[in-house]
C-alpha cells in the first residue's frame, strides 16, 4: 500500500507517476470526493463525541445540585442516536478508501526504466557461455520421456492440464536440487529455514498483495464459513510472519528461506508455455525473504539477487540478469531483477527467478513495523522476496544442458553427493 501521504498531499502527481509507469488510472476525483467526505463526516463525528461528553458531564452537575437532568439526557441520547450514524457513515468511507488503495500497484524507483511490457527490460549481465551441441537437442518433455522420468498423461489423468508426474531418478533429480538450495541458502548465505503452511488465510493474502486483485489467479478452500487460500509462493506465509508486529531493532535483517509447493491458476497465462513443465498450475521453489531497515533494503537486494545467482552458477548453468521496466514488474515491487537461464530446447533465455524490494509497500499493508531507535517510533519495515531459485525450472534446465547425445543426462557435480554419487541419468 502507497504512503497515505502520497494520496492526500500529492495525489495529482501520484495519478501521473502512475499512469506514466504503471498504465495505471487513478479516480483522481473519486479520491477526492471520499477524502471530503471524510473530512467532513470525521469532523463531524468529533463534534459529536465532545457534545456526548460534554452533556454527559453536564448531567452529573445537575444531579449533584439536585437541579433537573431530564432535558440533558434527552440531550445525550439524541447526541448519541446522532453518532452511531456517523460513525456508520464514517465506517463506509474509509472502507472505500482502503478498497481502493489496496488496488493501487507500487511505484517504481527513479532507476527503473519506464516501459509497457518485457521489451523494455535492460539486460544488465550475463555469465556463462551457452553450450555449443554437436547432436539434435531435445527439450525437457522428450528428454523426460526418453528417462522414463516425467509422465505429463499421468499428471492429467489425475488432475488435468499442467500437472506433471515425476518419479525414478528425475524425482531424485529434482528433490536434490531443493535440498542443494537449502543448505547453500542456510549454510553460507544466512537464511533460516522454515516450514509454513501451504494454505492461508484472506489476511495474509491481501497482506503480500495477492488479494483482492489477483483472486482470480489463486486455489482457494472453503471448510464451514472460513475461504483459505493454497499459498502461490512462500512469500505469503514468511512475508507475514512479521504481519501485525513491531520489530526489535536488534532483530533485523530479518532473513527466511523455505522450499515449499506453490499453486497458481495461470488465470493471465492465456495458453503460453502449455507444453512441458514450464508453467504449471502446481510447483516447488525455494523462497527468500527479508525483512529489514528501510536504510538496507537496496543493498539487501543486490545481495538476494547474487545469491540466487550463486546457485545458478554453481549447477554451471548461463543466464542473464535483468532489470524489469515499469510495466513488467509486479503489483508490489518497487524494483525487480529477474534471472533467466538458458534453455537449450527452446534456444532462449526464460526466467527461473525473481528477486524484488516491496519497500514499504507490504509492510504497510500488514501494519509490520520496527522500533527506529534515533526516535523511538514505530515506522513501516521494507519487505524484499526472490527465488532461490524455482525448483522445477532448474529441473529443466539441468536437463537440457547437461544431455548427451544417447539422450541420458550428466548430474552437475555439485548434486552428485545429493544423488548418492550417481554421475549419469539413463
Known amino acids: 500500500m502507497l504512503d497515505p501521504t502520497l494520496l492526500r498531499a500529492q495525489l495529482v502527481d501520484t495519478a501521473e ?26 469532523a463531524r463525528t468529533q463534534e459529536l463525541q465532545n457534545l456526548r461528553n460534554t452533556r454527559s458531564k453536564a448531567i452529573g452537575i445537575a444531579k449533584g445540585k439536585g437541579e433537573d437532568g431530564l432535558q440533558l439526557m434527552a440531550d445525550v441520547v439524541a447526541i448519541a ?32 526504466p519506464l516501459g509497457a511490457s518485457e521489451a523494455q527490460n535492460l539486460e544488465i549481465s550475463r555469465w556463462g557461455v551457452p553450450r555449443q551441441f554437436e547432436f539434435d537437442v531435445l527439450d525437457h518433455v522428450e528428454l523426460g520421456a526418453r528417462l522414463g522420468g516425467l509422465d505429463f498423461d499421468a499428471g492429467a489423468k489425475l488432475s488435468g492440464s499442467r500437472f506433471t508426474v515425476l ?12 535440498q542443494f538450495m537449502l543448505d547453500l541458502h542456510t549454510r553460507e548465505h544466512g537464511y533460516r529455514e522454515c516450514n509454513v503452511p501451504l494454505i492461508v488465510n484472506a489476511v495474509s493474502m491481501l497482506g503480500t498483495g495477492q488479494l483482492p486483485k489477483f483472486e482470480d489467479d489463486l486455489f482457494a478452500t472453503e471448510v464451514g464459513e472460513q475461504k483459505r487460500y493454497l499459498i502461490p509462493t512462500a512469500e505469503v506465509p514468511l512475508t507475514n510472519l512479521v504481519r501485525d508486529c513491531i520489530v526489535d531493532d536488534a532483530a533485523l535483517p530479518m532473513k527466511f528461506t523455505a522450499h515449499s509447493l506453490c499453486f497458481r491458476a495461470e488465470a493471465g ?18 523462497e527468500l525473504v527479508a ?39 509486479g503489483f508490489t515491487a518497487s524494483k525487480t531483477f529477474d534471472l533467466e537461464v538458458w534453455l537449450p530446447g527452446q534456444n532462449s533465455y526464460r526466467e527461473i ?34 527465488s532461490g531459485v524455482a525448483v522445477g525450472r532448474a529441473l529443466i534446465a539441468v536437463l537440457e544442458n547437461y ?24
Not at 86 to 110: C, F, K
Not at 167 to 178: D, I, K, N, Q, T
Not at 269 to 286: A, C, L, P
Request: overall charge negative; aromatic content about 4%.
Open 167 to 178: 518419479s525414478g531418478e528425475v524425482a531424485s533429480l529434482h528433490r536434490a536440487l531443493a
Open 81 to 112: 442516536d446522532e453518532l452511531a450514524v456517523s460513525e456508520v457513515q464514517l465506517q463506509s468511507v474509509r472502507e472505500q478508501l482502503e478498497e481502493i488503495a489496496q488496488r493501487i500497484p507500487n511505484l517504481p524507483q527513479a532507476c527503473v
Open 403 to 426: 544431455q548427451q547425445a544417447d539422450g541420458s543426462v550428466t548430474v552437475p557435480a555439485v548434486l552428485q553427493p545429493y544423488m548418492g554419487g550417481l554421475q549419469r541419468l539413463g
Open 291 to 329: 525483512i529489514c531497515r528501510p536504510v538496507e533494503s537496496e543493498a539487501l537486494h543486490e545481495a538476494m539477487v547474487r545469491h540466487a545467482e550463486i546457485v545458478l552458477e554453481r549447477l554451471e548453468l548461463p543466464y542473464r540478469r535483468v532489470l524489469l521496466c515499469s510495466g513488467d514488474m
Open 353 to 386: 527467478s525473481s528477486v524484488s524490494n516491496c519497500e514499504s509497500f507490504q509492510a504497510r499493508r500488514m501494519q509490520a513495523r520496527w522500533r527506529n531507535p534515533d526516535t523511538g517510533k514505530p515506522e513501516p519495515l521494507h519487505t524484499l522476496n526472490g
Open 269 to 286: 497465462s492465456h495458453g503460453r508455455d502449455t507444453r512441458g513443465m514450464i508453467r504449471q498450475h502446481q510447483f516447488e521453489k525455494v
Open 17 to 42: 507517476l502512475l499512469k506514466a509507469s504503471r498504465n495505471f488510472d487513478l479516480d483522481v476525483d473519486a479520491l477526492n470526493e471520499l477524502e471530503a467526505q471524510r473530512k467532513q463526516i470525521q
